[in-house]
C-alpha cells in the first residue's frame, strides 16, 4: 500500500453515487486526517514522548478527570493502562508508586478468588487480568512484592465455577459468556501457571464456533443446549445433550477485540492442542473425535482489510465499513502478528546446519525481505499523525481526546508495528531443555500435588510446553522499523500478553519456579 513518504495520492474512498450519513463521516475523516499529515511529509513525524509521559504521569499522580467516574468499575485497568503505558515509552516507576500500586491491587483482590474492578465489588474475568498484568509491572518475589499475595489457588477455583459445559467461560458469577473473558482467563491461568487439563477441556471448541463467515471473531455463540431436543429430562443435566461437534452460529459480528482475544486464546491454546488433540498428541482423547479448527487464512484476510487506505494513513478500524480507530493500531494490527505465527510466517526457525540442510525450507526462513502481512509503516504514520493529542496523550482520531486507553493501545500499536517479535524455536527448544519438573510441581496450587502419576505427567507436559512456548518469543534482529527516525523507538511488547518480554519472564519464572535461560539477541536476517 503507498504511504505518504511515497509521494501517493490521497484518493478518496469511493462510493457508489449515494450519499448517507455513513458516507459522509467517512469523507469528513479522510479529510481531517489528511490535515494532519507534517507540511515536510510523514517521515518528519515525532514521537511526543515527554508530552505523554506527562499526561499518563499527571492520571497517576493528580487523579483522573471527573469523567472517568464511569470507570468505577473498571480500576485495574485504568491501574494497567497507565503503567504498561510508561513501559512502552521507556520510562521507570520509582519503588513508592510501586509500593502504592500493589497495595492497591491488593485491596481489589476478591476474598473468593480474582480481582474485583473496585473496592467490595464482585470478582471479574476482565479487572483481573489488568489487575495480574498490573502486578507483572510493579511486583516482584519476596515479602512485599505482590506475587506471593495472588491467592492462585482460589483465583483457580473463581475460574473453575465459571466454566460452562459447552467449554465457555461467564465473565463473572450471574455474568455473561464473552471471548474477551476467556482470553483474560487464560492469560492470567498461563502468567500465574494455575493452567490445567480440567480447565482448558472445551475452550478451543467453543473458540472454534466465535469465527464468524468474514474470517474475525464475534463476541460468543450460541450455546449447544439451545438447539438441543426438547426433552425436560435430557434438559436436566445440559452437558448430556452438548455435542461439541455440532454447528452453532456466532452472536454478532466480527470485531477488533473479539478478534485479537480469540486469536491469542488460540496461540496460548496450542501447546493443549498439540497434547490432547492432534493424532500425534501425547495423550489422545477418544471423547474428542475430531480436532477444532480455525479458518487461519480467512482470519488473515479479515485483519488486512482492516487497514485503512492510503487517505486513511494506514490506521486500522475494528469491523467493517467503520471508521479508523486508534486503539485498533493494537487489536487489530497487533493480531495480524498471531495469525503470522498460526500460518508459520516469519518463525525463527534453527539457522541451517549439517544436520538439517536436508529440508528445502530450512533456509528460507534466511531470506533478506521484511515479511509482515501489514503495512508497518503506514501504521505507525497514522498513529504518529492522527494518533497524537497536542496535549498529551494518544487518541481514537482527531479531534478526539487523549484518553489513558488510547494512549495505550496507541503506543501498543506502534510497538507492533516498529519490532518483530516472533517465536523462535531455538530458544524454545533451549527453555525446555532448562526446564525443571521438581520445582514446576513445588510452585503448584491447583491440587494435583495428591494427583496420580498419571495425572502429574500430564501436567508436567502442559506446563512445560505451555511456558516455553510464551517464553520463545523473541525480537527478530535486523528488522525494526522507526518512521520519522530512532528517536520515535518504543519497546517492544509481548504480542499474547501486551507486557514487555522483562515484566513477562520475570512473573512466569517466578510462579513456574524456573530459571530459563538469558535472553540473547536473535540472528538477524543474512
Not at 504498561?84 to 520510562?91: C, E, N, T
Not at 476478591?110 to 473496592?119: I, Q, V
Given at each position: 500500500m503507498p504511504t505518504a513518504t511515497q509521494g501517493a495520492e490521497y484518493s478518496p474512498t469511493p462510493i457508489d453515487g449515494y450519499v448517507t450519513p455513513t458516507s459522509s463521516l467517512q469523507a469528513s475523516t479522510e479529510n481531517i486526517i489528511k490535515s494532519h499529515i507534517p507540511p515536510g511529509g510523514t517521515s518528519q513525524a515525532e514521537l511526543q514522548k515527554r508530552s505523554h509521559f506527562e499526561f499518563l504521569l499527571r492520571n497517576l499522580r493528580q487523579g483522573f478527570p471527573e469523567r472517568y467516574t464511569?470507570?468505577?468499575?473498571?480500576?485495574?485497568?485504568?491501574?494497567?493502562?497507565?503503567?504498561?503505558?510508561?513501559?512502552?515509552?521507556?520510562?521507570?516507576?520509582?519503588?513508592?508508586?510501586?509500593?502504592?500500586?500493589?497495595?492497591?491491587?491488593?485491596?481489589?483482590?476478591?476474598?473468593?478468588?480474582?480481582?474485583?474492578?473496585?473496592?467490595?465489588?464482585?470478582?471479574?474475568?476482565?479487572?483481573?487480568?489488568?489487575?495480574?498484568?498490573?502486578?507483572?509491572?510493579?511486583?516482584?518475589?519476596?515479602?512485599?512484592?505482590?506475587?506471593?499475595?495472588?491467592?492462585?489457588?482460589?483465583?483457580?477455583?473463581?475460574?473453575?465455577?465459571?466454566?460452562?459445559?459447552?467449554?465457555?467461560?461467564?465473565?463473572?458469577?450471574?455474568?455473561?459468556?464473552?471471548?474477551?473473558?476467556?482470553?483474560?482467563?487464560?492469560?492470567?491461568?498461563?502468567?500465574?501457571?494455575?493452567?490445567?487439563?480440567?480447565?482448558?477441556?472445551?475452550?478451543?471448541?467453543?473458540?472454534?464456533?466465535?469465527q464468524t463467515y468474514e474470517g474475525g471473531f464475534g463476541n460468543a455463540s450460541f450455546p449447544g443446549w439451545a438447539f438441543a431436543a426438547d426433552d425436560p429430562e435430557s434438559e436436566k443435566d445440559a452437558s448430556a445433550s452438548f455435542d461439541p461437534t455440532a454447528p452453532r452460529p456466532p452472536l454478532g459480528e466480527a470485531h477488533g477485540g473479539y478478534t485479537f482475544c480469540a486469536t491469542a486464546s488460540w496461540i496460548i491454546l496450542q501447546p493443549y492442542l498439540n497434547l490432547y488433540y492432534a493424532r500425534t498428541g501425547a495423550f489422545p482423547s477418544p471423547s474428542l473425535p475430531r480436532q477444532p479448527q480455525i479458518n487461519t487464512r480467512g482470519l488473515l484476510r479479515w485483519c488486512t482489510q482492516m487497514q485503512g487506505l492510503p487517505i486513511e494513513l494506514g490506521g486500522f478500524r475494528g469491523r467493517t465499513n467503520k471508521l479508523v480507530d486508534g486503539c485498533y493500531s493494537w487489536w487489530v494490527g497487533g493480531c495480524v502478528v498471531l495469525v503470522e505465527t498460526l500460518l508459520g510466517i516469519g518463525a525463527q526457525h534453527e539457522p541451517p546446519t549439517e544436520e538439517n540442510v536436508k529440508d528445502d525450507d530450512s533456509h528460507k526462513v534466511w531470506d533478506d525481505v521484511d515479511d509482515s502481512l501489514f503495512n508497518r509503516q503506514a501504521l505507525q504514520e497514522y498513529i504518529l499523525c492522527a494518533g497524537q493529542h497536542p496535549a498529551g496523550g494518544l487518541r481514537d482520531k482527531p479531534p478526539k481526546p487523549a484518553d489513558a486507553y488510547h494512549t495505550l493501545y496507541c503506543a501498543a500499536g506502534l510497538s507492533a508495528a516498529q519490532h518483530r517479535v516472533i517465536p523462535s524455536e531455538a530458544r524454545r527448544k533451549a527453555v525446555i531443555s532448562a526446564w525443571n519438573a521438581e520445582q514446576a510441581r513445588a510452585h503448584d496450587s491447583t491440587g494435583f500435588a495428591t494427583a496420580s502419576d498419571a495425572e502429574r505427567e500430564k501436567l508436567d507436559l502442559l506446563r512445560r510446553d505451555t511456558f516455553a512456548h510464551v517464553l520463545s518469543w523473541t525480537e527478530e534482529e535486523g528488522t525494526a522499523l522507526y518512521v520519522g527516525g530512532a528517536a520515535n523507538r518504543v519497546n517492544a511488547t509481548h504480542p499474547v500478553f501486551n507486557l514487555t518480554t522483562t515484566h513477562s519472564d520475570g512473573m512466569l519464572a517466578y510462579f513456574y519456579g524456573q530459571t530459563p535461560p538469558s535472553r540473547m539477541p536473535s540472528r538477524p536476517k543474512a
Open positions: 464511569s470507570q468505577d468499575a473498571s480500576q485495574p485497568w485504568l491501574i494497567y493502562w497507565t503503567l504498561h503505558g510508561f513501559s512502552i515509552l521507556g520510562a521507570g516507576l520509582d519503588d513508592q508508586t510501586k509500593k502504592r500500586t500493589i497495595e492497591t491491587l491488593l485491596a481489589l483482590q476478591h476474598p473468593d478468588g480474582g480481582f474485583a474492578g473496585g473496592p467490595g465489588q464482585a470478582a471479574h474475568l476482565l479487572p483481573t487480568y489488568a489487575a495480574v498484568c498490573a502486578f507483572a509491572i510493579v511486583g516482584r518475589p519476596g515479602p512485599g512484592g505482590g506475587w506471593e499475595s495472588i491467592d492462585r489457588k482460589k483465583m483457580y477455583d473463581f475460574f473453575m465455577s465459571l466454566k460452562q459445559p459447552d467449554g465457555s467461560f461467564l465473565v463473572s458469577h450471574h455474568g455473561e459468556v464473552d471471548v474477551r473473558g476467556i482470553y483474560c482467563l487464560l492469560a492470567v491461568a498461563t502468567l500465574l501457571n494455575i493452567l490445567t487439563p480440567e480447565l482448558l477441556a472445551g475452550v478451543p471448541d467453543f473458540l472454534a464456533t466465535c
